[in-house]
Nanobody, 123 residues
């Protein structure tokens, strides 16, 4: 079974940057991604990336500000977050899917989830 461990969250001022990482154990040719959940809000899909990293996908709220990438040799995936806004404050979860994904934004498509890392953006 795969294990996903996030790191790199923290506190940053609006307009700043953070790059959370996800270390993957038991990696296969998985599609991976990020979801987030803010207090009192529904879980939101953020981004996904294919095994080779050749294809990336983003939710509308982060498009143009966030960049997803992966380093398979080091079993790590990253989410570079720039121009952060207060509304980006949430727990960010690393996810992995062991099969084809037909709906990138559907949480049910992803089989494995990390424990989450807190990102807080202050005004």
């Amino acid at each position: 079974a795969q294990q996903l461990v996030e790191s790199g969250g923290g506190l940053v001022q609006a307009g700043g940057s953070l790059t959370p990482a996800c270390t993957i154990r038991g990696l296969r040719d998985d599609i991976m991604g990020w979801f987030r959940q803010a207090p009192g809000k529904e879980r939101e899909w953020v981004s996904s990336i294919t095994w080779t990293g050749g294809s990336t996908y983003y939710g509308d709220s982060v498009k143009g500000r966030f960049t997803i990438s992966r380093d398979n040799a080091n079993n790590t995936m990253y989410l570079q977050m720039n121009s952060l806004k207060v509304e980006d404050t949430a727990i960010y979860y690393c996810v992995a899917a062991i099969g084809p994904v037909s709906n990138w934004s559907s949480a049910s498509e992803y089989n494995y989830w990390g424990q989450g890392t807190q990102v807080t953006v202050s005004s």
